[in-house]
């Protein structure tokens, strides 16, 4: 071990960037790279680091909100009580830009496909690199952002109307091609589902969970007669669709990527969620892993990546839902430690984001201003957190949680 010049003992600096530095938040990584050269090196360039730094970072929901002049995209933080900055614009800030101008279309691995002052774009919030997206006009909806692993790329994947019918395409950011990869199957390609589902992904986007795109399941007509809740799934590696059927009929079912980058599936009914992992995507066995008992009906559920729920409930009778309630409650044990103050204007995206420093070359690709930042428009500046109220009057309780030993390990064809 080295001694400092006062005879003090001095860590290595391999022990402070891989077991200090690699566990701290952006920020104060960025400022670490002002220390060394050798810091700066390491804490910008290298890959091995930047992956390792990215799989510790949260994953956190997205909040859109308007106040007066200004639109943001925020992170909620719920453990903190915070609405970390992500972007914002301001309707002074171009001539044409208007509050409502900001959105967010798709999120994957620390980039953002956002819509902002009458564009599309690719940003990455952490290093506040930008670029435009140059999509045709003629396709109709995104279906998801996700990492093609054999060519180290990140992919668009995009939905076109043909004749009525579903077309699937794919962009590799930084390439500008648009290349077909077919259809989905039926009844994913035609009729009514075509018709709607650039809302349904708007309101519902895709989850990319092991290397898979899960749609949402719907009910949809099968052969004989009846519906049954279909799901789409998109391989991301063969880049070719597969349809299934949902593990369970319920009419509220919202998917998520686990921790462990597994498929979790959240099915609530009035007082009542089960949480089921797909243990075996081949086969298409699925487990239930608990099922708690609510105290109360909530009208908005968010999976967290650790099963646990983030909700949204009213906050008493005849208050409606401009005046709402945020907590979030344990799928382990139903325990629910705090609640926030939430309201109607804050709208609580089923989209997540996480931090990353990793550099991607389709920035450079799209312009060279800020080291491959596109970044004429001031997405990124006068970002501040923002403190979430606690509701004082709360007081914390544990939901019931049971496992019903006959479902688990329940396997759907």
């Given at each position: 071990?080295?001694?400092?010049?006062?005879?003090?003992?001095?860590?290595?600096?391999?022990?402070i960037?891989?077991?200090?530095?690699?566990?701290?938040?952006?920020?104060?990584?960025?400022?670490?790279?002002?220390?060394?050269?050798?810091?700066?090196?390491?804490?910008?360039?290298?890959?091995?680091?930047?992956?390792?730094?990215?799989?510790?970072?949260?994953?956190?929901?997205?909040?859109?909100?308007?106040?007066?002049?200004?639109k943001?995209i925020?992170?909620?933080?719920?453990?903190?009580?915070?609405?970390?900055?992500?972007?914002?614009?301001?309707?002074?800030?171009?001539?044409?830009?208007?509050?409502?101008?900001?959105?967010?279309?798709?999120?994957?691995?620390?980039?953002?496909v956002?819509?902002?002052?009458?564009?599309?774009y690719?940003?990455?919030?952490?290093?506040?690199?930008?670029a435009?997206?140059?999509?045709?006009?003629?396709?109709?909806?995104?279906?998801?952002?996700?990492?093609?692993?054999p060519s180290?790329?990140?992919?668009?994947?995009?939905?076109?109307?043909?004749d009525?019918?579903a077309v699937?395409?794919?962009?590799?950011?930084?390439?500008?091609?648009?290349?077909?990869?077919?259809?989905?199957?039926?009844?994913?390609?035609?009729?009514?589902?075509?018709?709607?589902?650039?809302m349904?992904?708007?309101?519902?986007?895709h989850?990319?969970?092991?290397?898979?795109?899960?749609?949402?399941?719907?009910?949809?007509?099968?052969?004989?007669?009846?519906?049954?809740?279909?799901?789409?799934?998109?391989?991301?590696?063969?880049?070719?669709?597969?349809?299934?059927?949902?593990?369970?009929?319920?009419?509220?079912?919202?998917?998520?990527?686990?921790?462990?980058?597994?498929?979790?599936?959240?099915d609530?009914?009035?007082?009542?969620?089960?949480?089921?992992?797909?243990?075996?995507?081949?086969?298409?066995?699925?487990?239930?892993?608990?099922?708690?008992?609510?105290?109360?009906?909530?009208?908005?559920?968010?999976?967290?990546?650790n099963?646990?729920?983030?909700?949204?409930?009213?906050k008493?009778?005849?208050?409606?839902?401009?005046?709402?309630?945020?907590?979030?409650?344990?799928?382990?044990?139903g325990?629910?430690?705090?609640?926030?103050e939430?309201n109607v204007?804050?709208?609580?995206?089923?989209?997540?984001?996480?931090?990353?420093?990793?550099?991607?070359?389709?920035?450079?690709?799209?312009?060279s201003?800020n080291?491959?930042a596109?970044?004429?428009k001031?997405?990124?500046?006068?970002?501040?957190?923002?403190?979430?109220?606690?509701?004082?009057?709360y007081?914390?309780?544990?939901?019931?949680?049971?496992?019903?030993?006959?479902?688990?390990g329940?396997?759907?064809?």
């Amino acid at each position: 071990m080295a001694e400092a010049a006062g005879g003090a003992p001095q860590l290595p600096d391999d022990l402070i960037i891989w077991e200090i530095l690699m566990r701290l938040p952006v920020k104060p990584v960025l400022r670490c790279r002002a220390v060394c050269r050798s810091w700066r090196r390491c804490l910008t360039s290298d890959a091995k680091f930047l992956r390792a730094h990215h799989s510790r970072q949260p994953s956190l929901p997205l909040v859109t909100t308007q106040e007066g002049q200004e639109k943001r995209i925020d992170a909620m933080d719920h453990r903190a009580g915070e609405r970390r900055p992500v972007a914002r614009t301001t309707a002074t800030a171009t001539a044409t830009a208007t509050a409502e101008d900001l959105d967010v279309l798709a999120s994957c691995d620390g980039l953002l496909v956002l819509i902002a002052y009458g564009g599309l774009y690719i940003c990455n919030p952490a290093t506040r690199q930008l670029a435009p997206l140059p999509l045709p006009s003629h396709v109709s909806c995104i279906a998801g952002l996700y990492p093609h692993r054999p060519s180290g790329s990140y992919r668009l994947l995009c939905c076109v109307k043909t004749d009525g019918r579903a077309v699937y395409h794919v962009h590799a950011l930084g390439s500008g091609e648009l290349r077909c990869v077919g259809e989905p199957p039926e009844p994913w390609a035609s009729g009514d589902v075509v018709t709607m589902m650039p809302m349904m992904e708007f309101l519902k986007p895709h989850v990319l969970a092991g290397g898979r795109l899960y749609w949402h399941p719907l009910k949809l007509p099968v052969k004989g007669g009846g519906k049954v809740n279909n799901m789409l799934v998109f391989d991301t590696v063969a880049e070719s669709f597969r349809h299934v059927i949902s593990p369970v009929d319920g009419a509220c079912i919202e998917l998520f990527e686990t921790n462990d980058g597994t498929l979790g599936l959240y099915d609530y009914n009035g007082d009542t969620a089960d949480l089921w992992v797909l243990q075996d995507y081949e086969r298409w066995v699925w487990s239930l892993k608990h099922r708690i008992k609510l105290q109360m009906m909530p009208f908005f559920l968010l999976p967290d990546t650790n099963g646990d729920m983030i909700v949204l409930s009213e906050k008493g009778e005849n208050t409606g839902l401009r005046w709402q309630y945020l907590q979030n409650i344990s799928g382990t044990d139903g325990s629910s430690p705090t609640r926030y103050e939430w309201n109607v204007f804050l709208n609580l995206k089923k989209l997540r984001f996480k931090q990353s420093l990793v550099r991607h070359p389709f920035f450079s690709m799209e312009g060279s201003n800020n080291d491959g930042a596109v970044d004429e428009k001031p997405l990124f500046e006068g970002l501040s957190t923002v403190t979430v109220d606690l509701d004082d009057d709360y007081e914390p309780h544990t939901e019931e949680s049971m496992v019903p030993k006959s479902a688990a390990g329940a396997s759907h064809p």
